[in-house]
């Protein structure tokens, strides 16, 4: 089951993390979101600790959505040593894509 990334503990998870982080920037209201959400989920699953993969929700955490440009959702952002090393923008992805870029930056 993927985190849930917020303005308190995103920089701890995310930013100071060893491994590389999928980020799933999303809101409630947001149809495709939903859709991959399971696949985000299965994406944290499979890898267990190899990488940490997790959710932020746009309209609570607005400030860390605006901080790494996040304009459209949903907003897949890959991190490694606290970069934005890649990113995938909408709801066409599958489980096993998503594992190829965190294994790219591992």
Avoid: H, Y
């Amino acid at each position: 089951m993927a985190q849930e990334f917020n303005e308190q503990n995103f920089e701890t998870a995310v930013l100071k993390s060893d491994k590389p982080v999928l980020v799933d920037f999303w809101a409630e209201w947001c149809g495709p979101c939903k859709a991959i959400g399971p696949i985000i989920d299965k994406v944290a699953d499979e890898l267990g600790d190899s990488a940490v993969v997790g959710k932020c929700e746009v309209d609570t955490n607005q400030a860390l959505a605006s901080q790494f440009g996040v304009r459209s959702i949903p907003n897949l952002l890959f991190f490694k040593d606290g970069e934005v090393k890649d990113q995938i923008v909408g709801a066409n992805v599958t489980v096993e894509q998503l594992k190829e870029k965190l294994a790219a930056l591992s």
